[in-house]
């Protein structure tokens, strides 16, 4: 009984050093400052105090998370955790357990939540497709299917939220567009605008919830749909930015998130290019292009707007560079660790969260001196979410 | 000097059996298998954007094909060329992997 005492304090005092099982988090407090790091091939993700910051707790059992991502309930105290093995997890940020857990695909790779916050829509690689689910109870709302024209299943990438109950993706096969339109959660209407380009391999909104864009990998540009005029259709933009040139084999894809956009540009990875595109948001235009340490995976806007953090695919992934935005110059850069998949700002942009998953750490900084403020200690971490995505559309 | 003819016989008599990795290489490889071909492929290999990798999809097919695919990609897909960074050896060896099936760990 006493030797089991000592070895139960001496295991107290190890794990001291690591988060803990559950979450402790005492008292009443909000969630603005909390989110999560993904811990993809554990299963498992971190609660982080973003203010504190440290790592709260850790919620286990979420199946594959490799290539994981999450969006929030908007009282941010949910968070929607999309694994890739198919699994829809709802995780209570504040007690630091598993709500509900479903498998609802085969292998899926994306979700967002409607602007209402009802309805948390899934994408699909098998069966292909989008499933779209109550918030509050998982229970099945609609199911999308995703053929082409030939009646092939599509992979289904770029899933995003657009105001008004929408969500709008890209059929990777099949390169589609698809709106889906839930203000009637019971009889939701699809549209589907073809021939988009080869490939579609992800898509992004701007911040205002009027524009989706999806990258092309099958060919040098970019489509985009002016969601305020759907009759207008899709547009290729940046068509042959890099006709005449030999592209780089892609060892890892880009990402495209609303993120990338800084005041009236955006600025976003060109697929198999060391290059960063710089794009005016008006009229869809190439207006410059950065030339980077690596190709971008992913581009992501400071909140103000006035610098681009981004991030590069394997082998040049141990660094992060800093792009002034008014002088579109790299000013800075930064080592974290190696293999740097993600990063995210804490809601206002006073610091940066940097995952180096081969040096199992996250990193963060100051944005405005750069300086390493702190490092927490996660088993191959990849995607880091904050509440703060709640409140924003298209994240 | 008995020892060593006894070792160069075996490796006579395996003339088609690529030299396996050095045992950090091996870690290193199935590290790069699992993260980064994973990230088209899945972590488990159960497919992702890139198709399945798991036995049952890859019976059929000679381990020289699959390690050919692997050091030079597949054109007008997002397969790249793993030549600059995995040798001939290391990719028949990491074909061989897949086919066995991954640990579950």
């Known amino acids: ?395 | 000097m008995r020892l060593s003819a006894i070792l160069l016989f075996a490796g006579l008599a395996l003339p088609a059996a690529a030299d396996a990795p050095e045992a950090d290489r091996q870690a290193e490889l199935l590290h790069r298998l699992r993260h980064d071909c994973g990230s088209c492929h899945g972590m488990t290999m159960a497919g992702g954007l890139g198709p399945a990798l798991l036995p049952a999809a890859l019976e059929g097919r000679s381990d020289e094909e699959l390690a050919r695919i692997v050091l030079d990609g597949v054109p007008r897909t997002p397969m790249p060329p793993w030549r600059f960074e995995i040798t001939e050896d290391e990719a028949l060896w990491l074909v061989g992997r897949l086919k066995e099936g991954l640990d579950e760990d």
């Open chain 1, 1 to 395: 009984m006493r030797t089991e005492a000592i070895v139960l304090g001496v295991g107290l005092l190890l794990a001291g050093a690591l988060p803990a099982a559950a979450c402790q988090l005492g008292g009443l407090r909000g969630t603005g400052d909390l989110g999560i790091v993904v811990e993809r091939a554990a299963g498992r993700v971190q609660v982080i105090d973003t203010t504190a910051r440290t790592s709260l707790c850790t919620v286990a059992g979420l199946g594959d998370l490799s290539h994981a991502s999450a969006v929030f309930s908007r009282d941010g105290r949910y968070a929607f955790v999309f694994g890739r093995d198919g699994g829809l997890s709802k995780v209570d940020l504040l007690k630091g357990e598993v709500v509900k857990r479903i498998v609802q695909a085969g292998n899926s790779i994306g979700g967002a939540i409607s602007s209402s916050g009802r309805l948390v829509a899934v994408s699909n690689y098998d069966p292909g497709g989008v499933r779209v689910f109550d918030s509050r109870t998982l229970d099945l709302v609609a199911d999308l299917p995703a053929a082409g024209a030939d009646g092939a299943p599509s992979k289904v990438v770029g899933l995003v939220d657009a105001p008004g109950e929408v969500f709008v993706y890209a059929l990777y096969d099949a390169g589609q567009i698809r709106h889906a339109d839930f203000s009637d959660p019971t009889a939701p209407v699809v549209r589907t605008f073809e021939d988009v380009g080869l490939q579609p391999y992800d898509g992004l909104i701007t911040p205002d919830g009027r524009h989706y864009v999806a990258g092309l990998f099958g060919e040098d540009g970019l489509a985009a749909l002016d969601l305020w005029h759907l009759e207008k259709g899709v547009v290729r933009i940046l068509d042959g930015y890099g006709r005449g040139e030999e592209p780089l084999p892609v060892y890892k894809m880009p990402h495209l998130e609303g993120w990338a956009a800084a005041g009236d540009l955006l600025f976003l990875p060109a697929v198999g290019r060391h290059e960063l595109l710089v794009v005016d948001r008006d009229g869809f235009e190439e207006v410059d292009r950065i030339e980077v340490h690596g190709q971008p995976i992913f581009a992501v806007a400071r909140p103000d707007g006035r610098e681009v953090w981004v991030n590069f695919a394997h082998p040049d992934n141990g660094v992060v560079q800093v792009i002034d935005v008014p002088s579109r110059a790299v000013v800075a850069e930064l080592e974290p660790g190696e293999a740097v998949l993600h990063l995210e700002f804490t809601p206002r942009g006073s610091e940066v969260w940097v995952s180096a998953r081969d040096s199992d750490r996250v990193v963060v900084y100051d944005t405005a001196s750069k300086e390493r403020l702190a490092a927490i200690e996660a088993a191959t971490p990849s995607g880091i979410f904050m509440t703060a995505r709640a409140h924003r559309t298209g994240l």
